[in-house]
């Protein structure tokens, strides 16, 4: 059974750091582009950062580039979204998702593999 399990979430004041871990089991994360998503109350999912199973490239969406870092340690199976410089609009529910399409540089909704249970932050003070 293939399975992606988020942790690293919790309450974190303004300006403080997480580093979110994205486990899988049942399938080797190598050859899969691998996503974070989050989906804050009452908005629509949104991407957040992914990295690239063929060259390891990486994006984020503009809101978060220069505070979010997105790695992968294939021989733990586990990817990593450090997130630093928090701010309170950052809390939203955050979900990893798989898909292995050759050349793939982030996970497309319709092609999605694997979803995580999600992991919640919130940035409050």
């Known amino acids: 059974q293939l399975q992606l399990v988020e942790s690293g979430g919790g309450l974190v004041q303004p300006g403080g750091s997480l580093r979110l871990s994205c486990a899988a089991s049942?399938?080797?994360?190598?050859?899969?582009?691998i996503g974070w998503f989050r989906q804050a109350p009452g908005k629509e999912r949104e991407g957040v950062s992914c990295?690239?199973?063929?060259?390891?490239?990486?994006n984020y969406v503009d809101s978060v580039k220069g505070r979010f870092t997105i790695s992968r340690d294939n021989a733990k199976n586990t990817v990593y979204l450090q997130m630093n410089s928090l701010k309170p609009e950052d809390t939203a529910v955050y979900y990893c998702?798989?898909?292995?399409?050759?050349?793939?540089?982030?996970?497309?909704?319709?092609?999605?593999?694997?979803w995580g249970q999600g992991t919640l932050v919130t940035v409050s003070s």
């Open positions: 998702a798989a898909e292995s399409r050759v050349g793939s540089s982030c996970p497309d909704y319709s092609y999605v593999e694997v």
């Open positions: 049942g399938f080797t994360l190598d050859y899969y582009t």
């Open positions: 990295i690239s199973s063929s060259d390891g490239s990486t």
